[in-house]
T-cell receptor, first 111, second 111 residues
Framework: QKEVEQNSGPLSVPEGAIASLNCTYS??????FFWYRQYSGKSPELIMS????GDKEDGRFTAQLNKASQYVSLLIRDSQPSDSATYLC???????????FGTGTSLTVIP | DAMVIQNPRYQVTQFGKPVTLSCSQT?????MYWYQQKSSQAPKLLFH???????NEADTPDNFQSRRPNTSFCFLDIRSPGLGDAAMYLC??????????FGSGTRLTVV
């Protein structure tokens, strides 16, 4: 069973705060993890990838991976109203480069 | 700019009337994917082509078919659309490993 679970939210944070988004997955053998941002009515946009346990930082975004706990998270520092979107967690499962998505967490950054 | 192009952006079809959605790419990626995304749900992988090799997800209905005549183009055929097939259909491409590039999607309405 290929499952990717996210808290659907909505998550609201004030401008300038840290937003924390979480994701768990079912396949212990998964090796690649991505975070996508999706604005309403638009297609997903890749914002972060992570492959190894620990933290990976890119600008205001930090991805955290714990394979033993089958858990991946995304932190958004200094949140901006333009960060308001749905954030999708995608996990590689199976023998190829197929990614399975969570239902997404809706984030609203309040000015 | 290298990109993934889906046509049309909006498609209205009649119940039971075959419909084809198209996707083209200039990225020269060897893997192409079709996802179905219904409102407030996760993108659901329907199938993908790894080069010329077709890979169907186990739970993809037989009503959905795909063709990839060359590296650049991929088509999604819905043989007899039902009301439950109304959704956003997302085409994505990737190299053998790594994140996806999504097209802008085709929103299908079935009347």
């Amino acid at each position: 069973q290929k499952e990717v679970e996210q808290n659907s939210g909505p998550l609201s944070v004030p401008e300038g705060a840290i937003a924390s988004l979480n994701c768990t997955y079912s396949d212990r053998g998964s090796q690649s993890f991505f975070w996508y941002r999706q604005y309403s009515g638009k297609s997903p946009e890749l914002i972060m990838s992570i492959y190894s346990n620990g933290d990976k930082e890119d600008g205001r975004f930090t991805a955290q991976l714990n394979k033993a706990s089958q858990y991946v998270s995304l932190l958004i520092r200094d949140s901006q109203p333009s960060d308001s979107a749905t954030y999708l967690c995608a996990v590689n499962m199976g023998t190829g480069n197929q990614f399975y998505f969570g239902t997404g967490t809706s984030l609203t950054v309040i000015p | 700019d290298a990109m993934v192009i889906q046509n049309p952006r909006y498609q209205v079809t009649q119940f039971g009337k075959p419909v084809t959605l198209s996707c083209s790419q200039t990225l020269n990626h060897n893997v192409m994917y079709w996802y179905q995304q219904k409102s407030s749900q996760a993108p659901k992988l329907l199938f993908h082509y790894y080069d010329k090799d077709f890979n169907n997800e186990a739970d993809t209905p037989d009503n959905f078919q795909s063709r990839r005549p060359n590296t650049s183009f991929c088509f999604l055929d819905i043989r007899s659309p039902g009301l439950g097939d109304a959704a956003m259909y997302l085409c994505a491409t990737s190299r053998s490993w790594g994140g996806y590039t999504f097209g802008s999607g085709t929103r299908l309405t079935v009347v």
